[in-house]
């Protein structure tokens, strides 16, 4: 037997117990003729002390030699401490060690295995299994693990099944581009990893499985914007013989009772949004609410008056800052060029101070009086104390850029709170994308998604007009789940290749199955998936996946400790067939 107890549990009922422990040697003490090492695992940190009257010459030296994050076994009586630490479980008690085995000894790891570390990001992932001792990341896969195994627990008791599909496929269709892997037995020919198992969770339902689930990973190969992984984890699920308010009530009542077992907060009806509401309100499909901010569209009281700007625009809209008014001139200039930053990309702000005697003054006064400004105030909510900031131009890209500024506002107000959740559902998004490179449509969610009833017509005439069956769930201002009611007779999935711009040919060769399929009793059917990374993070009180992931991959994709990817040697591109055409 290795040990009888771990590091994190004994304490003052233990006294006198002969134990034996082991783990790795945190950092000891050397007066001398006294050795204290702090021993750690999994579970905690428990005291060891080798002293001179009570441990032989020979164990004295071999305590002393102990390096940092050696592996050691030892034997011993637990005593009461003389100066106890009451920040730490076992603070009451050490272990006056009897019997040393060092297991392993360790070089010297190249960042402290503490907290607070000096390592970079480069260097802990480089040595990630150094970094998973320490106790934020350990403490965050615990974590991890904790919500998975709710999931599991809530839609196991739910019916649902939780059934693996295959990572080795053919193209899917959530719109980015595929992992490709060649195969050696069908020369010339290529498997792609997943995007989402979309279809496959289709089919189960056409084969009858009617509530699925599974934690899956999922592969895309996207250019990573910042906290992407190429590779991530969802909860997808799917449900047959179901309405669009099933799937939200479902999904709710795991939302919420993930955020009961595991943040011990209870949230009642999670509130539901249009998505074009959304987009007026806030400028963004994922609004956080946890705050106000909310936006106030002044086209009907800030144009036509003598400033070409706004009159040239096709949007004016502004927001409330609370107890902006306060910011010196130094801090507005500041905040201007914060959203003329090529990120954020607006062309400049007009604001307006909201004074504590009601008056106000805006930096374009020469064109509007008291009277109009009152009406911006009214219109954005602003209060006495605040300052109405104001950006004007393409709906699009305006109402993007003011979203970022009201993020960037709350964050250094302090109003995005880590600990205070705000569940939404967003709904009716659009069908179609207009996507400016193709110059053509795309399906936002994807092409299996169905039109609100009634409006495949319109998709002839107004495309970009016609609304989904497709929801998002968002929490605090990130998407955290999405999905769709789907299509389920051949006639319309086919239609909707058609107007995707698919020929038959290219519906047929790479959809065929599911439209098959369809022909053989599909019931109605519909689901979601949960970005479980995500989820996980933001439940944690985290922005940054990362640290929620055992092994992730840095901003170029590329794993740093196995150091993939890498090349692979000519007998293996010879047996795949493959010939490489490098661009550099
Ligand atoms: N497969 C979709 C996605 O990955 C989710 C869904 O529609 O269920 O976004």
């Given at each position: 037997?290795?040990?009888?107890?771990?590091?994190?549990?004994?304490?003052?009922?233990?006294?006198?117990?002969?134990?034996?422990?082991?783990?790795?040697?945190?950092?000891?003490?050397?007066?001398?003729?006294?050795?204290?090492?702090?021993?750690?695992?999994?579970?905690?940190?428990?005291?060891?002390?080798?002293?001179?009257?009570?441990?032989?010459?020979?164990?004295?030296?071999?305590?002393?030699?102990?390096?940092?994050?050696?592996?050691?076994?030892?034997?011993?009586?637990?005593?009461?401490?003389?100066?106890?630490?009451?920040?730490?479980?076992?603070?009451?008690?050490?272990?006056?060690?009897?019997?040393?085995?060092?297991?392993?000894?360790?070089?010297?790891?190249?960042?402290?295995?503490?907290?607070?570390?000096?390592?970079?990001e480069d260097?802990r992932m480089?040595?990630r299994?150094?970094d998973i001792?320490?106790?934020p990341v350990?403490?965050s896969l615990?974590?991890r693990?904790?919500?998975?195994?709710?999931?599991?627990?809530?839609?196991?008791?739910?019916?649902?099944?939780?059934?693996?599909?295959?990572?080795?496929?053919?193209?899917?269709?959530?719109?980015?581009?595929?992992?490709?892997?060649?195969?050696?037995?069908?020369?010339?020919?290529?498997?792609?990893?997943?995007?989402?198992?979309?279809?496959?969770?289709?089919?189960?339902?056409?084969?009858?499985?009617?509530?699925?689930?599974?934690?899956?990973?999922?592969?895309?190969?996207?250019?990573l914007?910042a906290d992407r992984q190429?590779e991530f984890?969802?909860?997808?699920?799917?449900?047959?013989?179901?309405?669009?308010?099933?799937?939200?009530?479902?999904?709710?009542?795991?939302?919420?009772?993930?955020?009961?077992?595991?943040?011990?907060?209870?949230?009642?009806?999670?509130?539901?949004?249009?998505?074009?509401?959304?987009?007026?309100?806030?400028?963004?499909?994922?609004?956080?609410?946890?705050?106000?901010?909310?936006?106030?569209?002044?086209?009907?009281?800030?144009?036509?008056?003598?400033?070409?700007?706004?009159?040239?625009?096709?949007?004016?809209?502004?927001?409330?800052?609370?107890?902006?008014?306060?910011?010196?001139?130094?801090?507005?200039?500041?905040?201007?060029?914060?959203?003329?930053?090529?990120?954020?990309?607006?062309?400049?702000?007009?604001?307006?101070?909201?004074?504590?005697?009601?008056?106000?003054?805006?930096?374009?006064?020469?064109?509007?009086?008291?009277?109009?400004?009152?009406?911006?105030?009214?219109?954005?909510?602003?209060?006495?104390?605040?300052?109405?900031?104001?950006?004007?131009?393409?709906?699009?890209?305006?109402?993007?850029?003011?979203?970022?500024?009201?993020?960037?506002?709350?964050?250094?107000?302090?109003?995005?709170?880590?600990?205070?959740?705000?569940?939404?559902?967003?709904?009716?998004?659009?069908?179609?994308?207009?996507?400016?490179?193709?110059?053509?449509?795309?399906?936002?969610?994807?092409?299996?998604?169905?039109?609100?009833?009634?409006?495949?017509?319109?998709?002839?005439?107004?495309?970009?007009?016609?609304?989904?069956?497709?929801?998002?769930?968002?929490?605090?201002?990130?998407?955290?789940?999405?999905?769709?009611?789907?299509?389920?007779?051949?006639?319309?999935?086919?239609?909707?290749?058609?107007?995707?711009?698919?020929?038959?040919?290219?519906?047929?060769?790479?959809?065929?199955?599911?439209?098959?399929?369809?022909?053989?009793?599909?019931?109605?059917?519909?689901?979601?998936?949960?970005?479980?990374d995500r989820?996980v993070a933001?439940?944690g009180?985290q922005e940054t996946i990362r640290d929620f992931i055992a092994f992730p991959k840095n901003n170029?994709?590329?794993d740093v400790?196995?150091?993939?990817?890498?090349?692979?040697?000519?007998?293996?591109?010879?047996?795949?067939?493959?010939?490489?055409?490098?661009?550099?």
């Amino acid at each position: 037997m290795y040990r009888s107890h771990n590091c994190g549990e004994l304490k003052t009922a233990n006294i006198n117990e002969e134990v034996t422990l082991a783990g790795w040697v945190q950092k000891s003490r050397d007066k001398g003729f006294i050795v204290w090492v702090d021993l750690r695992d999994r579970y905690g940190i428990t005291q060891l002390v080798f002293d001179e009257e009570r441990t032989s010459t020979a164990m004295m030296q071999q305590a002393q030699n102990l390096g940092r994050e050696f592996v050691i076994q030892v034997k011993g009586t637990v005593i009461e401490r003389a100066s106890k630490n009451p920040n730490m479980p076992t603070g009451d008690i050490e272990i006056l060690v009897s019997e040393l085995n060092i297991l392993n000894e360790a070089l010297l790891p190249p960042f402290t295995i503490e907290d607070k570390t000096d390592g970079g990001e480069d260097l802990r992932m480089k040595y990630r299994y150094l970094d998973i001792r320490r106790n934020p990341v350990k403490e965050s896969l615990i974590f991890r693990h904790k919500v998975t195994q709710e999931v599991r627990n809530y839609l196991s008791k739910d019916g649902f099944i939780e059934v693996e599909t295959p990572y080795l496929i053919k193209s899917t269709p959530e719109g980015a581009r595929d992992f490709v892997v060649p195969s050696r037995m069908n020369e010339g020919q290529f498997y792609a990893l997943p995007q989402s198992p979309q279809t496959f969770k289709q089919l189960l339902m056409v084969g009858g499985m009617d509530k699925y689930f599974q934690i899956v990973k999922c592969f895309r190969d996207e250019d990573l914007r910042a906290d992407r992984q190429p590779e991530f984890t969802q909860i997808d699920c799917e449900m047959a013989f179901i309405e669009q308010e099933d799937i939200l009530n479902t999904f709710e009542g795991l939302t919420r009772h993930l955020l009961k077992e595991v943040n011990g907060v209870d949230i009642e009806k999670f509130p539901r949004m249009l998505y074009d509401d959304a987009m007026r309100l806030y400028g963004n499909d994922k609004p956080d609410i946890r705050f106000g901010m909310e936006f106030g569209e002044l086209n009907d009281v800030a144009q036509h008056k003598d400033f070409g700007v706004f009159n040239n625009a096709e949007l004016v809209v502004g927001i409330a800052v609370p107890g902006g008014n306060s910011y010196t001139r130094k801090e507005i200039d500041k905040l201007i060029d914060w959203v003329k930053r090529p990120q954020v990309g607006a062309l400049g702000m007009v604001y307006c101070r909201c004074n504590d005697d009601g008056s106000f003054k805006s930096s374009v006064d020469k064109f509007y009086d008291q009277d109009d400004l009152a009406k911006w105030a009214e219109v954005t909510g602003a209060k006495a104390g605040d300052l109405i900031c104001v950006l004007s131009g393409d709906k699009n890209k305006v109402r993007a850029q003011l979203s970022a500024l009201r993020m960037e506002l709350a964050e250094r107000l302090g109003l995005r709170k880590p600990d205070e959740f705000a569940p939404l559902w967003v709904m009716d998004f659009p069908l179609l994308e207009w996507d400016e490179d193709t110059e053509r449509y795309h399906a936002m969610h994807h092409p299996f998604t169905s039109p609100k009833p009634g409006q495949l017509e319109l998709l002839k005439t107004n495309p970009g007009d016609v609304k989904a069956n497709a929801y998002d769930l968002v929490l605090n201002g990130n998407e955290i789940g999405g999905g769709s009611i789907r299509i389920h007779d051949k006639e319309t999935q086919s239609l909707m290749f058609d107007y995707l711009g698919f020929t038959p040919e290219e519906a047929k060769a790479q959809f065929g199955f599911l439209m098959d399929a369809f022909q053989y009793g599909a019931p109605p059917h519909g689901g979601l998936a949960f970005g479980l990374d995500r989820l996980v993070a933001i439940l944690g009180g985290q922005e940054t996946i990362r640290d929620f992931i055992a092994f992730p991959k840095n901003n170029s994709g590329r794993d740093v400790m196995i150091d993939a990817p890498a090349p692979i040697d000519n007998e293996q591109l010879t047996e795949l067939s493959l010939k490489l055409n490098l661009k550099s």
